[in-house]
């Protein structure tokens, strides 16, 4: 079969089909003509197309009834799902090379903060606490909530915020990926959709892309998105979930508006749509800046968060907060895939540190820090004509545009070669079309190589 051929097109569409699994095993594919008029080809290039799949045996025809998927497909592979990238603009390429650099990498393009950053000195003494623990903690499965103890002291933070939960309303989990993990399980359906921001954190697209869903995608302002087009998403796709930051958002550093609040809110209950609200660099803001779910009092908006950018993400926890009714089945959720919610070592790390007067300090210094480093990388970086979209209120990401026609996507390929991990734009972007943008965390810009190579590999574009 000749590529490019209007026979191998209609071949291609139907494995795409199978491969996001939209085309289930045993299931009847469209009619001939249907096909043929979906593809604007003829019958019989659609027929072609099929025979040469049931050759091959991916479909099989059942005689009168037409042709199926075969029992026998490929396995589901989340990189399938979506467009095929390159590889350089890839969520899976950029976490696999942040995670998988060697020691003496440099990483601007990974999401956290260097080790030595980190309160690790409250986590030692956490440590030795816990060698004198009970036998029990040590050695048992997890409750299937999470810890009293570390529910309490987050219940206790949110009230203090506005929002008027008890511990009962806060399940926590193995990690901040797997709260978002089991709440799309909880929500979605295969064929659902689901609204993100334009840029937005790149798992987000990664994760609902593997719960085979489809993404609809709302420009981000810099005070939350763009109002008039969320409003014709809702109304043109109707989506079940919005997933969003509202502070510090992901990779932009923009926080949300009050007035844009209260409009995605309307909006929300207008329109039946459930909103995520990821808040994981609440801790990172100087005060506290206007939440969706304060607003609404979990009502259509869940909170879910984790301590892996504050604390540690070695010792890895994760919480949700929504209606007590939701919790409930969401436990029962945990149970089923996890049996039990997170380590209890982890747990008691975390409620150690997070209940030390001496993390408060920390955060406040931290927070210092990356005012600091913000500002002096924000001016390294217009020096070589990058310019920042914003300078955000808090925490460690600059969103900057490339000069004249640089791709980042290119450029991300020339440092790798030196050793370098770089989060080029179009990687956030499910509309594909943050080309000339590039996300920066200030915090692992101290070596002048970085500036060198980004220097180099703008002048060569």
Known sequence: MKQGSRTALVVDAILRKIS?????????????????????????TVVDAYDHLAAEGT??????????VARSTQPFAVSEVGPQLDRSVDPFWVSRQSLDAAPDALKPGCGWLPADWMPNTAMRQALRNLGRS????LSDYGS??????????????FIDEGLNVGPDQVLLTPSGTQAIDLICRFLLRPGDTVLVDDPCYFNFQALLRAHRVELVCVPLTQSGPDIELFEQALIQHKPSLYITNSALHNPTGA???????????????SHDLIIIEDDIFAAFEPSPSPRLVTMDGLDRVIRIGSFSKTLSASVRCGYITARADWIEALTDLQVATNFGGPSPVATELIYSVLSNGSYRKHMEALRNRLTKHR??????LTGLG?????????GFYLWCCLPGHANAADLAKAA????????????????????SFMRFNVSQMSDPKVFEVLERGLEVR
């Open 134 to 137: 009970d036998d029990a903690l």
């Open 20 to 44: 996001s699994r939209a085309l289930q095993p045993g299931e009847k594919l469209p009619s001939i003509r249907g096909f043929a008029s979906t593809m604007q080809v003829s019958p019989s």
């Open 375 to 380: 500002r002096e990388v924000a001016t390294r």
């Open 144 to 157: 299937t909530q999470g810890a009293l103890n570390l529910r309490r002291l987050l219940a206790g933070q």
């Open 386 to 394: 990058i310019t920042p979209w914003l300078m955000p209120r808090g």
């Open 416 to 435: 790798l070669i030196e050793n370098i991990v770089l989060a080029p734009g179009n990687v956030f972007s499910v509309s594909q079309s943050m080309t």
């Open 255 to 269: 926080t949300l508006s009050p007035q844009v609040a209260h409009r995605v809110l309307n909006l929300a209950t």
């Open 59 to 68: 479909i099989f025809a059942r005689r009168g009834a037409g042709f199926f």
